[in-house]
């Protein structure tokens, strides 16, 4: 199709829908970018919260077994170098809706609340004739757009007896959120849909967010079994910036008596709390008697915080399952692409810690697998460096919609297909804001490159460089070593230049 049909064909379908405001006429086609031939693919997006690469066993976990997203890998393609620009649920969503970094889309921080007038690709594709749905965590505080059909927990939500935001009003749905949110897919897969259009459709769990709260078929899982601890468990924060050794995130100091489980949950009918009592007395009791102190508090306390981390991913791994199923037993699956990625990583134990914010690899790194039966080949491995400003344009590519010229990332489409542009990205950018606020993680912004990183913690007038290859734990920052003052050098060129690339306004001006 050329560019005057494709303007006809966009031209009709938005005039049809009555949304031309809504549409833009394509822009030049990225090379490698050509719209798929043939019907238009159906699009499923899984976007888990706070699922670390290191809990997902197709990237080599000795965590945990996730059979139904690794056969998304093994069936399609798995990125090694996938992050994201701002660690943190509610600025990592927006920019998955825009292709922006934070500061052009608006969501700094989670306080901010998501213009919903914004530019989106769900939008562009409903736009197009998709139809377009979502059910599950929403975090933007404002009502989503762009989608024909929504049910969303409000705020964070909790895991059990989820009250949820529809377009009709609230309602309240009873059962583990994370069993509700992949019914409520599988329910508009069935009879929500609406003629034989391709559809979008995006799955967004809760999970594995804290409080960890596990599924009722998951409480018993990992028991009497000990992780393996991370290396750095016990790290001292000595070798970096001041920022690293006065947060407020780690597991021997900064877990609560509900993260722990010593607190009895609320919110949960007399049935669901019976059934969490009958796990967690029992090993409550186990605690209190062992009386443990030190190094081996600290152990105990991680096994109890990852364990049930990891229950709450295994209830994902298993709605996965599920939906995958459906696409088979419907002939769906050969014509739709499906997507499994977070909003960002997590920390599962190194550097003593959980949550994310950093640019540490463990939280800047999230995962990101793909099946396309039609265009992807089984087991495809992906080195490029990604971001999650590169969603909202590939998922446009993929259904042939032109992308907006502001957004800062570009589809990863060629990639699927087994071939880097040779003007791909050599280096991502990252900014966090949300300083002073919760976890009292410092502001910072930095760069990363195949091999190397640096972080500038602007508040503190203070800066990290690591050699990724000597030092994958980021453990000894070489920012003013000699023998790296061209590296420096260069980072310290390439993060001004990527600022400036996606006009990011300069240091203190607001």
Known sequence: MN???????????????????????????????????????????????????????????GLNHTPNIDRLADEGARFASSFVGNSICAPARATI????????????????????????????????????????????????????????????????????????????????????????????LTSGRRGDAPFLLMVQHKAPHRRWYSGPDELRLFEGVDLLEPPTLFDDYAGRASGAATQEMTIARHLDDIDLKFTQPTGMTAAQLDAWNE???????????????????????????????????????????????????TGLADETVVIYTSDQGFYLGEHGWYDKRWMYEESLRTPMVVRWPQR????????????????????????????????????????????????????????????PGVHAVQQHRGVRTERYKLIQYYQLDEWELFDLARD???????????????????????????????????????
């Open 3 to 61: 560019d005057r049909s494709r303007l006809l064909w966009l031209a009709s379908v938005c005039t049809a829908l009555g949304a031309w405001s809504a549409c833009s006429a394509p822009a030049e086609e990225e090379s490698g970018t050509a719209p798929p031939s043939g019907p238009r693919p159906n699009i499923l997006m899984f976007y888990a919260d706070d699922h670390a690469q290191a809990a997902l066993s197709a990237y080599g976990s």
């Open 376 to 435: 992807v080949q089984a087991g495809t491995v992906v080195d490029a460096l990604v971001q999650n400003v590169d969603v909202a344009p590939t998922l446009l590519a993929l259904a042939g919609v032109a992308a907006p010229a502001d957004m800062h990332g570009r589809s990863f489409v060629p990639l699927l297909e087994g071939s880097t542009p040779p003007d791909w990205r050599r280096s991502i950018y990252y900014r966090y804001y949300e300083f």
């Open 279 to 329: 796990v967690y007395v029992p090993r409550n009791d186990a605690f209190f008697a062992a009386q443990l102190e030190g190094e081996d508090l600290v152990r105990w306390k991680y096994q109890r915080y990852i364990k049930d981390y990891l229950r709450c991913i295994q209830a994902v791994d298993v709605g996965v399952g599920r939906i995958l199923d459906h696409l088979d037993e």
């Open 472 to 510: 994958p734990h980021e453990l000894e920052s070489v920012y003013g070593d000699p023998a790296y003052d061209d590296v420096q050098a260069e980072l310290t060129a390439e993060l001004e230049r990527l600022a400036t690339e996606v006009g990011e306004p300069p240091l203190g001006s607001g």
């Open 97 to 188: 809706l825009t292709g922006k970094h934070s500061h052009a889309n608006g969501v700094l921080d989670n306080g901010h609340t998501f213009d919903p007038a914004q530019d989106t690709f769900p939008k562009r594709l409903q736009a197009a004739g998709y139809q377009t749905a979502l059910f599950g965590k929403w975090h933007l505080k404002s009502n989503p757009t762009g989608f024909d059909d929504w049910q969303v927990l409000i705020g964070q939500g909790p895991y059990y007896n989820p009250p949820m935001r529809t377009a009709a009003g609230d309602t309240k749905v009873e059962g583990y959120t994370t069993e509700i949110i992949t019914d409520l897919a599988l329910e508009w």
